[in-house]
């Protein structure tokens, strides 16, 4: 073999080296096209959950800001408390009335009509 074949030789070597890294470039630049869809995919997905946590997080601040405080529990029980003193204080009051009524009518009625009343002495 002479120089020039050698040469030639060693070329064609080095072409089809070319050849072999070409074919696996194209696979590598597939292999990250199908990378890049696929993390496209994931920061949709990503973006999606972020959105979505921050609705959760704005309705339970909704939530918060919309429930009463143990201060304001305590008002409306004392508040509720004192509503109900006064109307058993009012319905007292007129109970109290009606029986001292009855009582003077019906001692009235007993001395009248001259009857004993069995619960006095």
Do not use: C, F, W
């Not at 073999?1 to 080296?17: F, H, P, R, S, V």
Request: glycine share 2%; charged share 30%; proline share 2%.
């Amino acid at each position: 073999m002479n120089n020039d074949e050698k040469i030639l030789k060693a070329l064609e070597t080095l072409q089809q080296g070319q050849q072999q890294l070409s074919k696996r470039l194209d696979v590598m630049q597939a292999d990250m096209s199908d990378m890049k869809q696929a993390q496209a995919h994931t920061n949709t997905a990503l973006e999606a959950l972020a959105a979505g946590q921050e609705a959760l997080t704005t309705g339970q601040e909704e939530i918060k800001s919309k429930m009463a405080t143990k201060q304001d529990v305590e008002a409306a029980v004392d508040a509720a408390k004192s509503e109900l003193k006064a109307d058993i204080y009012i319905l007292n009051a007129s109970l109290v009335k009606k029986v001292q009524s009855h009582e003077r009518r019906i001692t009235n009625i007993e001395e009248k009509e001259h009857i004993p009343n069995p619960d006095k002495n």
